[in-house]
């Protein structure tokens, strides 16, 4: 939906789907609105229109409007298979972004701040991320990035039903971020805390000069009319030969110098990673690879615009040290970020 637009949705993950319609009951105006559905995929959708009462208010700044949900299923004609009782759903301002990154994470504190300075550093405007039944008091850990307006978190505290893979959870979250923030995103970046995104050394250059900013470079070189729905970009595997908890814990060294190995036999083309553009994409299915019939870039490499980069560990002193190459590309980051590292 639309930023000019208001309205109010609702998703989930299904196995089946008999539902004939959802009404939405908001309870101030008494208005009963019949919601649209999207149920063509294994996470449908429904949106209801505000009403008017409801609007209104919402514009004289009140902060929550009350709505019940009646389901209709098919095999019960006579009345509703489930209505639940009256909640109140909050609103609040979002600000507009050209270019933002949705993650996910449980217990990530000890990467996240280079990541995040990284991202800034090149040109994301702002990070949602989704906090997975953590316990490491996100929200005060980042409170600077709250303040600043940087870092929304979404507490995440759900988990795969029995016998279902734990992705199911990751693609919900996914597609939370789609309806709630795409609409607020010209740009919106899907990948992990562990790959970073890496522009060619002449775009960087223009981005870092602030000739151009990475918006502006993602626009002229993925135009809309040619990639409605954005670019996928190859993901590359770079080796740290540190066991994981050595990776997180070196302290004063920053990962460009602890994981610099590129694997001699290295698959970039496997586990892509995207950034699309919010309002051409109905929803996400696969965080590497947008469903049939969207029109994207596909396997964009580093020579033609940009890559992921995926940092995956080794072993201390590992024989595979030898079989890599020394990637010095990201050097140059490396005394920019420790200026703006606020701890590690």
């Known amino acids: 939906m639309r930023s000019s637009q208001v309205g109010l949705f609702l998703s989930g993950r299904r ?40 609007r209104v208010l919402l514009k004289k700044g009140v902060n929550s ?42 217990n990530k504190r000890k990467e996240l701040i280079e990541w995040i300075e990284y991202h800034l550093l090149i040109g994301i405007e702002h990070f949602y991320i989704y906090d997975n039944r953590g316990t490491e008091q996100l929200g005060l ?6 303040e600043l307006g940087l870092v929304t978190i979404v507490y995440w505290p759900y988990t795969p039903p ?100 590129v694997p001699i036999h290295n698959h970039c083309n496997t586990a892509a990673k995207m950034f699309i553009r919010p309002h051409n994409v109905p929803i996400m299915q696969n965080i590497h690879v947008l469903p049939i019939g969207m029109v994207f870039a596909q396997n964009v490499t580093l020579g033609q615009f940009g890559q992921f980069r995926h940092y995956h560990h080794g072993s201390v002193g590992s024989d595979l040290n030898i079989q890599g190459i020394r990637d010095e590309s990201m050097d140059e980051f490396i005394p920019l970020l420790f200026s703006r590292v606020i701890t590690y």
């Open 162 to 261: 029995s016998g279902a893979h734990w992705n199911i959870i990751q693609s919900a979250s996914m597609n939370h971020a789609l309806k709630n923030f795409g609409p607020f995103n010209k740009w919106l970046g899907y990948f992990d805390v562990d790959e970073y995104f890496q522009l060619n050394y002449t775009l960087i250059k223009s981005v870092i000069s602030k000739s151009y900013t990475l918006a502006d470079l993602f626009d002229y070189r993925f135009p809309e009319h040619d990639y409605p729905s954005g670019a996928q970009f190859v993901n590359c595997q770079i080796s740290c030969f540190l066991s994981q908890d050595e990776i997180v814990a070196s302290r004063y060294t920053l990962l460009f110098q602890k994981c610099n190995i």
């Open 141 to 146: 850990f980042l409170k600077r990035y709250l």
């Open 15 to 54: 196995d089946n789907w008999s539902w004939r319609s959802v009404d939405c009951h908001f309870i101030l105006s008494s208005v009963i609105v019949t919601a649209t559905m999207d149920n063509l995929t294994s996470e449908p959708a429904v949106a209801c229109t505000i009403p008017t009462m409801e």
């Open 65 to 106: 409007i009350s709505v019940s949900f009646s389901i209709n299923d098919t095999f019960l004609q006579s009345k509703a298979f489930a209505t639940t009782p009256a909640i109140a759903i909050p609103f609040y301002e979002r600000c507009y972004h050209n270019i933002s990154v949705y993650t996910m994470v449980k």
